[in-house]
């Protein structure tokens, strides 16, 4: 297969960006050009709340400086993506429709979930630049608004939480105050200790962190500069340390100076580097990565997992299955009973797939229902639907869209509570969404009543489908009177949904 050559576009906090890929499936993934332009998106977005039309001219320009780039190479697929600086603007939608109208570039914002899973996307799968550590690690995605730390176990994801603590949001928090250092410094240090021990105390006491990962934008890639000895992304906390000494005390423009790096990222340094020694003194880590990775990189590592380009080996689906398990474990949910519904309703839904003709992303939604049915018992036995639905819409999952997470929320509020009409509809839902929703939620009812005793009976059940039926055919020994009568009872929406009925076979004893 030849290589394929692709673009990624980003609208960072402080730089528009874009990076021109080739593509092949013996050489992988390589960068042959990268271009920048210093753009103050979130500048704008953290001191007035939206993006003013001289920087919204200034990321036209530079899109349209792109594409002059594009064409030389002879490039058509390129993707145009925006992280939180523009998703958090109030005139978010004006701008994304005024770059689209100006350019011809539509822009996908990212949520929250989709732009950190792609960052860690990029920084695991370049497994030449960077390899995840064995033992317990933590990743922390430096954003402009927020936070991401995720913690990983024997290479898997354990937990991950967002925490409202963004270096541009605190860079743009600051320059309103004309505070001497001293006390810019004392305030910084509580602000971010505060948030850090509540993480500490909630997520990190099961955990031991060896190894510190610090990904993000521009910024992290100008201090890994500053702070690398050799090609080995590896830094001591020591290394840390140093750099912090050298800088207290100094203004933007003598760290800009001494790092010899632009005043826009120099006014960011000391934060990070005070977030950098809270986690270190947090988690007692020896080593800090920083890998060459940024979101870009993780959407065309996306862009080739999704199109066979190139084998990665990393079970990424797996980290947002682990992400769900988490949530499920936080709520007391039956990790045994979750864990089997799982399992029931991946056949169901590829014993059905002429039926449904849904995908293996429907399918992936269908897991994540399944493990997450239950979790609303937590807050209400009466209500678990409705209040998992609330706790699902609260709680990032990495790697899916918001809308899938509304998908999912769905699905599980709709276990147990009847599905209205589409004209009836929140209007959450559009309806090709709705009707996935419909179509999954009924099979998570099915396999929820075929495990109404919570004794996995079914376990080794055989399915078939035969005439209008699906038969279910079980050796279990004992009684299954609960599962047949409960299943009589919520078949219904089922029977609608797919045109067929059950037929439930318990192969008797020899004797």
Sequence with gaps: ????????????????????????????????????????????????????????????????????????????????????????????????????????????????????????????ARENDFKLPEKGTAMVDIGAGSLQISIYEKKALATTQNIRLGMAKIGEM????????????????????????????????????????????????????????????????????????????????????????????????????????????????????????????????????????????????????ASAKTICKRYKGNQAHAEYLEQMAGKFFDLLQKYHGLGERERLLLRLAAILHDCGKFISMSAPGECAYQIIMS??????????????????RYNTMELPNFSEFDGKLGNDEYLIVMKLAAILRVCNALDRSHRQKFADMKLTIKDSNIVITTAYPDNITLEKKTLQDKQGFFEEVYGLGFEIKQKKKKQ
């Excluded at 990904?215 to 140093?242: F, M, Y």
């Excluded at 001494?258 to 986690?279: C, G, K, N, R």
């Excluded at 709680?395 to 918001?402: F, N």
Aim: charged share 25%; glycine share 4%; with cysteine.
């Design 1 to 124: 297969m030849a290589a394929v050559r692709m673009a990624v576009m980003e609208i960072g906090a402080q730089d528009v960006i874009m990076k021109v890929y080739e593509i092949a499936p013996r050489k992988g993934m390589q960068v042959i050009d990268s271009l920048r332009r210093m753009v103050p998106v979130g500048k704008d977005t953290y001191s007035e709340g939206r993006i003013s039309t001289q920087v919204l001219e200034q990321i036209c320009n530079a899109f349209t400086h792109f594409k002059q780039t594009l064409a030389e190479y002879g490039i058509t697929e390129y993707y145009a993506l925006a992280n939180s600086a523009v998703r958090e603007a109030k005139n978010c939608a004006m701008v994304v429709d005024q770059i689209e109208v100006r350019t011809g570039i539509r822009v996908r914002v990212l949520s929250n979930s989709e732009q950190r899973y792609v960052r860690i996307k990029g920084v695991i």
């Design 174 to 321: 600051f320059s309103a105050f004309s505070w001497e250092y001293p006390v810019v410094e004392l305030v910084l240090k509580e602000m971010i200790d505060n948030d850090v021990q509540t993480f500490e105390k909630m997520f990190l006491k099961d955990h031991t962190i060896r190894s510190l990962i610090l990904v993000g934008d521009t910024l992290i890639s100008q201090i890994r500069k500053v702070l690398e000895h050799t090609g080995d992304p590896g830094i001591t906390a020591e290394d840390i340390r140093n750099l912090y000494s050298q800088i207290r005390g100094k203004s933007t423009s003598e760290i800009s100076q001494m790092l010899d790096m632009p005043f826009e990222y120099a006014a960011m340094v000391l934060p990070v580097m005070i977030l950098a020694q809270t986690l270190l003194d947090a988690s007692q880590a020896e080593r800090i990565w920083i890998p060459q990775s940024d979101l870009c990189d993780g959407y065309a590592i996306d862009y080739m997992e999704k199109h066979k380009l190139g084998r990665i080996t990393y079970n990424f689906e797996e980290d947002i299955i």
């Design 395 to 412: 709680t990032e999952i990495l790697g899916i869209s918001h809308m899938e997470r509304e998908m999912v929320a769905s699905i599980v």
